[in-house]
């Protein structure tokens, strides 16, 4: 099984500023990986796949790199929407596995 | 606009058995491989199953494996969820999700139900 590790698992961050995530996968990924967002209540969204494609109607300060087991999410101006749990999950062999998440929140 | 809406969850003793539905709307639902993803209460999430678009080739997380089991009817838009022997630890919101196009997007999720939970306790 390819375990995924998000860091940290908290993330404190004015709005405005940078936030940067990441995610780290047990053995190659190739880019087979995706990012979502969660806001309480709600469904999880896809953000980004393919490690560096946006998903349909995802605004452009959402940014995704990385291959192989280390990946990144930016998020280049926090707004105030995008304060929430992130997810990352690898789509490159079963099971299918998800990062234990991480918890931006306002600072 | 694409939708999937879940059904099907309530509370449930140790042991026993209940049905999940999955209905969906607003795209081919014949060119889509779905899975089930749940969220147990405060937790991250865990994939549980995928079913292919034609509904003749099923994975399973090994957490549920030989208890659970993963269907559709192509002719109805529907997706179900059978699932036998519950635990404690399968209490979470389960969702649907939609994956996307070719192999290896069928495993990514595009789209998401809002969830139905499933309380297993005595």
């Known amino acids: 099984e390819t375990v995924v590790t998000q860091s940290p698992a908290t993330l404190s961050v004015s709005p405005g500023e940078r936030a940067t995530l990441s995610c780290r996968a047990s053995?190659?990924?190739?880019?087979?990986l995706a990012w979502y967002h969660q806001k309480p209540g709600q469904a999880p969204r896809l953000l980004i796949y393919g490690a560096s494609t946006r998903a349909a109607g995802i605004p452009a300060r959402f940014s995704g790199s990385g291959s192989g087991t280390e990946f990144t999410l930016t998020i280049s101006s926090l707004q105030s929407e995008d304060f929430a749990v992130y997810y990352c999950?690898?789509?490159?062999?079963?099971?299918?596995?998800f990062g234990g998440g991480t918890k931006v929140e306002i600072k | 606009e694409v939708q999937l809406l879940e059904s099907g969850g309530g509370l449930v003793q140790p042991g026993g058995s209940l049905r999940l539905s999955c209905a969906a709307s607003g795209f081919t639902f014949s060119n889509y491989a779905v899975s089930w993803v749940r969220q147990a209460p405060g937790k991250g999430l865990e994939w549980v199953s995928i079913?292919?678009?034609?509904?003749?080739?099923?994975y399973y997380a090994d957490s549920v494996k030989g208890r659970f089991t993963f269907s559709r009817d192509n002719s109805k838009n529907t997706l179900y969820l059978q699932m036998n022997s519950l635990r404690a630890d399968d209490t979470a919101v389960y969702y649907c999700a939609r994956g996307g196009s070719g192999i290896p997007d069928t495993r990514k999720f595009d789209y998401w139900g809002q969830g139905t939970l499933v309380t297993v306790s005595s």
């Open positions: 999950q690898q789509y490159n062999d079963w099971p299918l596995t």
């Open positions: 053995q190659s990924v190739s880019s087979n």
């Open positions: 079913i292919s678009d034609d509904g003749g080739t099923t």
